[in-house]
């Protein structure tokens, strides 16, 4: 079956310090992965995204994720977090057919502590 | 600016009634989709649509109803058989074609049953 877990649900990080979030996807297919970040009654948006070459990813606001498919797994990190990424954060998979829509993980709530 | 609305941004329904959000987009992308949110539980789909006149259910299709007239326009209408209609509706357009196309959120729907 197709899904995408994200393991924490709450995590909880100092101003300043590094930041993990995990995801891990089972996917049949060759994966698109996406990390999408979501403030408070806000709609979605794109933070970086992966399909081939270069397993490390940069996206916007500093971020980045790695690609391992031995491990399944595509975790987003930053290496100084601020206090305005607080928000929730949603790992997709989705696949090279023309129109398939991505499946989404249940989401990681970030808060930044000063 | 290209960009996709939804409206209204809160939407009150009471028992036995339908009601439609709006969703439009200029963007020129010809996919779009609809999902929910709960607390908790991520997004999950409700429909897509890859062309006019054309669109497929998702996940959580009962008691819900779509249309795609215009490639422009994709209204969600939720119907009295959807028994638990309170929560987050988010809809998103991508263009299709080869190439991880990351989705386009509009800034949501509340939905409250009153």
């Known amino acids: 079956a197709q899904s995408v877990t994200q393991p924490d649900i709450h995590i909880t990080v100092s101003e300043g310090a590094s930041l993990e979030l995990r995801c891990n996807y089972s996917y049949g297919a060759t994966p698109y992965l996406f990390w999408y970040v979501q403030s408070p009654g806000q709609g979605l948006q794109l933070l970086l995204k992966?399909?081939?070459?270069?397993?490390l990813v940069q996206g916007i606001k500093g971020f980045e994720a790695e690609f391992k498919r031995s491990q399944s797994s595509f975790n987003l990190r930053k290496p100084s977090v601020h206090w305005s990424d607080a928000a929730e954060y949603f790992c997709a998979v989705g696949g090279d057919q023309a129109g398939t829509a991505l499946i989404f993980g249940k989401g990681t709530t970030l808060s930044v502590s000063s | 600016d290209g960009g996709i609305t939804q409206s209204p941004k809160y939407l009150f329904r009471k028992e036995g009634q339908n009601v439609t959000l709006s969703c439009e987009q200029n963007?020129?992308?010809?996919?779009m989709y609809w999902y929910r949110q709960d607390p908790g539980q991520g997004l999950r789909l409700i429909y897509y649509?890859?062309?006019?006149?054309?669109?497929q259910k998702g996940d959580i299709a009962e008691g819900y109803s779509v249309s795609r007239e215009k490639k422009e326009s994709f209204p969600l209408t939720v119907t009295s058989a959807q028994k638990n209609p309170t929560a987050f509706y988010l809809c998103?357009?991508?263009?299709?074609?080869?190439?991880?196309?990351?989705?386009?959120f509009g800034s949501g729907t509340r939905l409250t049953v009153v």
């Open positions: 992966y399909f081939s070459g270069d397993t």
């Open positions: 649509s890859q062309i006019v006149n054309d669109f």
């Open positions: 963007l020129n992308h010809d996919a």
């Open positions: 998103a357009s991508s263009l299709l074609g080869e190439g991880p196309h990351g989705y386009t």
